[in-house]
């Protein structure tokens, strides 16, 4: 039976079973309701504020940056300092031979882009057939039907399979503790989990294979697993050997916020 506040809102809310609580006000790590109760935000919106609720320095820069220049379509032929600033302190060095930023709305988004991308990529390489895509179970890309066709959750999926692409193919993810067997080390584990990605890449054709993307840190459906040591140094070799372009997909969110933070309070 849905609830009745549920049913008179205009928000199409994520249960009709159940009634949201009302958050009034936040500072710091605390959701004040308007019960009177104080919920810690552990997940941190999630992974979004993780500077904290009510941050005076914060506002204060973002009000800055209003005043002076609000938005700026990033699909014009015009750039702006605050997106220029950013992107150099974010691939300042050169990460992993990084060089180019885009900057979109979301995480669903940003992964819709990187599958546009690395089409494009090999279309305009002269390799049209390379369209194939490998990801890993129990994986989650993101909201969007794009992103949730390269998403291994299968309950997820479930509901919308008649919209989902059938170029994508799933291997196991790299979860030490469920999927290691007694005894084996992680030297081991991380051999047996890039010989599968090999074997699936062989059984695709290396012509037909577009990318493989993974988490770096799984976040929503693994709960905040990392790799095993070594892991992504097997998959980068198997993508290098196959001409295979790898997708990053990282979903910790802490040390680009204090990248973020600090860009921010020098603005």
Not at 119 to 135: D, V
Not at 158 to 186: I, Q
Not at 190 to 200: G, I, K, P, Y
Not at 221 to 229: D, M, R, V
Request: hydrophobic residues 40%; positive net charge.
């Amino acid at each position: 039976m849905a609830d009745p506040f549920v049913s008179g809102s205009n928000i199409l809310h994520r249960s009709f079973a159940a009634r949201p609580e009302r958050v009034t006000s936040a500072s710091g790590v605390s959701l004040f309701l308007d019960s009177g109760r104080e919920v810690l935000d552990a997940s941190a919106g999630p992974a979004v504020s993780c500077l904290g609720h009510g941050r005076p320095d914060v506002t204060q820069a973002i009000c800055r940056q209003l005043e002076k220049l609000p938005y700026l379509y990033s699909g014009a032929r015009f750039t702006c300092d605050a997106t220029e600033e950013l992107a150099a302190i974010l691939l300042k060095d050169r990460p992993g031979g990084l060089s180019k930023a885009i900057f979109v709305n979301s995480g669903s988004e940003a992964t819709d882009a990187a599958i546009k991308l690395a089409t494009q990529y090999w279309r305009e390489r002269g390799c049209p057939r390379k369209t194939q895509f490998i990801a890993r179970k129990q994986s989650y890309h993101g909201n969007t039907i794009g992103a949730l066709c390269v998403s291994g959750h299968d309950s997820r999926r479930a509901l919308y399979s008649n919209w989902l692409s059938s170029n994508v193919s799933f291997v196991d993810p790299c979860h030490s503790y469920r999927m290691k067997k007694e005894g084996e080390t992680d030297k081991a584990f991380v051999s047996r989990l890039a010989e599968q990605l090999e074997s699936e890449v062989l059984r695709v054709g290396p012509e037909n294979v577009a990318a493989f993307i993974a988490e770096t840190v799984s976040g929503t459906t693994l709960g905040c697993l990392p790799a095993a040591p070594g892991y992504f140094r097997a998959v980068r070799a198997i993508c290098d050997k196959y001409d295979i372009l790898l997708i990053l997909d990282e979903v910790s969110l802490t040390p680009r916020a204090n990248i973020f933070y600090r860009w921010l309070m020098a603005r």
